[in-house]
């Protein structure tokens, strides 16, 4: 949802995130990877304007920052 909010192709974020596309399409089919690898997405995709939002009953998801 994050990848797709931002207008990114799976290449795009690998690159942001420099790690293999094969990597973001297993992240994307809720394959398990080393927590490094998913913080390192996760950071891409932040740096790159997403915000995470914490479960707050509705729960999580993301969202573009302001």
């Known amino acids: 949802m994050a990848r797709a909010a931002l207008g990114l192709g799976v290449r795009d974020l690998a690159a942001l995130a420099d790690v ?25 995709l932040e740096d790159a304007g997403v915000e995470f939002i914490a479960e707050n009953g509705g729960g999580a998801g993301v969202r573009l920052k302001k």
């Open 20 to 44: 293999a596309q094969a990597t973001v399409s297993r992240l994307e089919r809720g394959e398990e990877l080393k927590p490094a690898t998913v913080a390192a997405i996760r950071a891409a």
